[in-house]
């Protein structure tokens, strides 16, 4: 996946909002390559599906472009779930990189081959029946998102509003789009999807030209 150079504004409630540019972003994708996530790449320990426990928040961006970048897998984990759930090999809390093993406790490994096309895993909603692990591959992900990029002719100086959940599929649109173009990505806490009057007020003043 083609990932270009972008920016990230953060907004936190209350007011200490941060901002990203495009160099300070990747200097914490190198230090979490280097530092963190190196077990993924070993010969011994290649592969598999990273369960990710994070808040959305800009170091989250930083986590997913480095895990695209060495083509690891990833999903999104709720606070009362656990990895185990979702057959995951690694789960990351946003500080450590945890290995784990089938446990035999009757879990289902999620099976991602070594060379596996799969970008990320997210839930079904279980609105016709139990809930399902879905894995996307980038070749379903990719002509997706090229197909938005031309479809509202986005780029690198649009403002890309990110509020949906991440444990829905819209929210990777928004964050693959910023990546896509160039775009500066506006991370919106989940607070405010509840309070119209703070979602207002954050796009008085951000201004974002892309809106799901």
Same mark, same amino acid.
């Given at each position: 996946?083609?990932?270009?150079? !972008?920016?990230?504004?953060?907004?936190?409630? &209350?007011?200490?909002?941060?901002?990203?540019?495009?160099?300070?972003?990747?200097?914490?994708?190198?230090?979490? $390559?280097?530092?963190?996530? *190196?077990?993924?790449?070993? *010969?011994?320990?290649?592969?598999?599906?990273?369960?990710?426990?994070?808040?959305?928040? =800009? $170091?989250?961006?930083?986590?997913?472009?480095?895990?695209?970048?060495?083509?690891v &897998?990833?999903?999104?984990?709720?606070?009362?779930?656990?990895?185990? @759930?979702?057959? =995951?090999?690694?789960?990351?809390?946003? %500080?450590?990189?945890? $290995? !784990?093993?089938?446990?035999?406790?009757?879990?289902?490994?999620?099976d991602?081959?070594?060379?596996?096309?799969?970008?990320?895993?997210?839930? *079904?909603?279980?609105?016709?029946?139990?809930? %399902?692990?879905?894995?996307?591959?980038?070749?379903?992900?990719e002509?997706?998102?090229?197909?938005?990029?031309?479809?509202?002719?986005?780029? @690198?100086?649009?403002?890309?509003?990110?509020? *949906?959940?991440?444990?829905?599929?819209?929210?990777?649109?928004?964050?693959?789009?910023?990546? @896509?173009?160039?775009?500066?990505l506006?991370?919106?806490p989940? %607070?405010?999807?509840?309070? &119209?009057?703070?979602? @207002?007020?954050?796009?008085?003043?951000? $201004?974002?030209?892309?809106?799901?």
């Amino acid at each position: 996946m083609r990932i270009s150079e !972008f920016s990230i504004d953060e907004v936190r409630l &209350p007011g200490d909002d941060v901002h990203l540019s495009c160099h300070q972003i990747r200097q914490v994708i190198s230090s979490l $390559k280097q530092q963190v996530f *190196t077990a993924l790449t070993t *010969t011994t320990t290649t592969g598999g599906l990273v369960a990710i426990r994070m808040e959305r928040s =800009a $170091k989250l961006i930083c986590v997913i472009v480095a895990l695209l970048e060495i083509r690891v &897998p990833f999903i999104f984990l709720r606070d009362y779930e656990d990895q185990a @759930s979702v057959g =995951a090999d690694w789960l990351f809390d946003g %500080k450590e990189l945890t $290995k !784990f093993s089938c446990n035999g406790s009757g879990d289902q490994p999620v099976d991602v081959p070594e060379e596996s096309d799969i970008c990320y895993f997210i839930r *079904t909603s279980g609105t016709t029946g139990m809930q %399902k692990l879905i894995g996307v591959p980038y070749s379903c992900i990719e002509p997706n998102i090229e197909d938005f990029r031309e479809r509202f002719s986005l780029c @690198s100086e649009d403002v890309i509003l990110c509020s *949906t959940s991440v444990f829905f599929d819209p929210s990777i649109v928004e964050i693959f789009l910023a990546l @896509s173009c160039g775009s500066r990505l506006l991370l919106v806490p989940d %607070k405010a999807r509840s309070h &119209p009057h703070l979602l @207002s007020d954050i796009l008085r003043r951000y $201004k974002p030209t892309f809106v799901q």
